[in-house]
């Protein structure tokens, strides 16, 4: 089955990203299953026609969520392999600014890929490649890059909505921030040091 094609107009893209946007909270809020299609048409302002064009079926579009919200992601959050620890606060603060990754995250999980690697995308193979470049060059503890990876992002993930034991939110003290970010900062380059 071939990919449902993107919109060339400026009011299409303007639509998909309405739809992409309104269906990020639904699946963020009540997973797949619970997602209903009505209201994310009424929530982004568009018609049934336009949501199964653009995305071919709930599916289609879960998957598109999950793709945008990486791609968004990934673009906010600079991977660099020589600073594993600043990376690591800089993706628990996107945690904590936009946690509907976390939480679209948790729902594939639970509805989808109950084990293994969520992650098979071309942006991750470029983090362990970078991090086994980093090892070659004995900047960075030896071991599989993959669970150092894995690692990395359990720990900078400990205060968000993924969280099996306490969910951080912007409304909390800077100083609780600041305290978390220096911990995980130090706990990071420990783990990582050659």
């Known amino acids: 089955m071939s990919e449902p094609p993107m919109p060339t107009t400026s009011r299409g893209i303007a639509t998909h990203r309405r739809i992409l946007d309104a269906a990020a909270d ?25 949501l199964y064009a653009y995305f071919g079926s709930k599916e289609g579009l879960f998957e598109a969520v999950i793709a945008d919200r990486v791609d968004t992601s990934a673009d906010s959050v600079p991977f660099d392999a020589d600073d594993l620890p600043g990376w690591a606060v800089r993706l628990y603060d996107r945690n904590l600014e936009h946690p509907e990754l976390a939480r679209l995250i948790a729902w594939t999980r639970l509805e989808r890929r109950p084990t293994g690697r969520w ?13 086994a470049a980093a090892q070659e060059a004995g900047r960075v503890r030896a071991g599989d890059p993959a669970d150092l990876l894995i690692l990395l992002i359990g720990m900078a993930s400990a205060w968000s909505p993924s969280s099996s034991v306490y969910t951080a939110t912007v409304e909390e003290p800077e100083s609780d921030h600041d305290r978390r970010r220096a911990l995980l900062r130090d706990a990071v380059a420990r783990l990582v040091a050659p």
Do not use: P, T, Y
């Open 26 to 50: 639904e699946f963020a809020r009540v997973g797949i299953a619970g997602a209903r299609m009505d209201r994310i048409i009424a929530a982004a302002g568009a018609n049934k026609a336009q």
């Open 119 to 131: 992650f098979d995308g071309a942006e991750h193979e470029s983090k362990l490649a970078a991090i």
